[in-house]
């Protein structure tokens, strides 16, 4: 799936938003032990669930405002 992100975090929470918004899509259930693949520009970056989770939590806290109020509804992989 090909996304445009503002970095690693990013592409894999949207790919997490896709996955649960598309349950007939039969993806395998997104968990903290999850490992996402981004690539860019042909290299491989791994981004581990936890670590995901963690970043969606922080920024939740920090952005504030619209773009805040629209992050906020993103899911999470709890």
């Known amino acids: ?7 690693t975090f990013d592409a894999a929470h949207l ?3 896709h ?20 690539v860019i520009d042909g290299k491989v970056h791994m981004v581990a ?12 806290g920090e952005r504030n405002g619209p773009r805040g109020l629209l992050f906020s509804k993103r899911p999470t992989l709890e």
């Open 49 to 60: 669930g936890k670590a995901l989770q963690s970043w969606i939590i922080k920024e939740r």
């Open 1 to 7: 799936m090909d996304v445009l992100a503002a970095s």
């Open 19 to 38: 996955a649960k918004a598309q349950p007939a899509a039969a993806i395998p259930p997104l968990t903290l032990v999850t490992v996402f693949e981004v």
């Open 15 to 17: 790919y997490v938003m």
